[in-house]
C-alpha cells in the first residue's frame, strides 16, 4: 500500500491550496478515505473523511471551506481548501480506511484508518 500526497506550499491567509494523494497496491475503490493533519507537539486531527460510496463528513473547523472528492478511477483523493487561516497551518496527510470501509458515522474516527501517507505541509501566513 502506498499513499503520496502533493500539492501543499505556503500561501496568505483567504487563499487556496488543492492537495491530492495518489494510492496504490490495493483495490481503491474498496475503502473510504480521509485526511488528516498534524502540528508539531499536538495529536493528529481528521479534517475530513469520504465512504467509499462518496459521501462525505467534516472537522467543525473546517465546514463550509474545504472539500473532500475522489477520483476513483485515477486511484486519486483530493481536498480542495479555501479560506485558508494560519491555524490551518500543519502537515497534511491522506489515510486508508481498515479492510470493509469506515462506517459512515465513524469516518472522523482516526481508529477506522490503516495507512497513511509521509504527509505534505500547508503554510498559511497571516
Known amino acids: 500500500v502506498q499513499l503520496v500526497e502533493s500539492g501543499g506550499g505556503s500561501v496568505q491567509a483567504g487563499g487556496s491550496l488543492t492537495l491530492s494523494c495518489v494510492a496504490s497496491?490495493?483495490?481503491?475503490?474498496?475503502?473510504?478515505m480521509g485526511w488528516f493533519r498534524q502540528v508539531p507537539g499536538k495529536e493528529r486531527e481528521v479534517v475530513a473523511g469520504?465512504?467509499?460510496?462518496?459521501?462525505?463528513r467534516y472537522a467543525d473547523s473546517v465546514k463550509g471551506r474545504f472539500t473532500i472528492s475522489q477520483d476513483n478511477a485515477k486511484n486519486t483523493l483530493y481536498l480542495q481548501m479555501n479560506s485558508l487561516k494560519p491555524e490551518d497551518t500543519a502537515m497534511y496527510y491522506c489515510?486508508?480506511?481498515?479492510?470493509?470501509?469506515?462506517?459512515?458515522?465513524?469516518?472522523?474516527?482516526?481508529?477506522?484508518?490503516?495507512?497513511w501517507g509521509q504527509g505534505t505541509q500547508v503554510t498559511v501566513s497571516f
Open positions: 489515510a486508508r480506511s481498515k479492510s470493509g470501509g469506515a462506517p459512515y458515522l465513524l469516518l472522523l474516527s482516526p481508529r477506522q484508518y490503516d495507512y
Open positions: 497496491g490495493y483495490t481503491y475503490s474498496s475503502r473510504s
Open positions: 469520504i465512504h467509499r460510496d462518496g459521501r462525505t
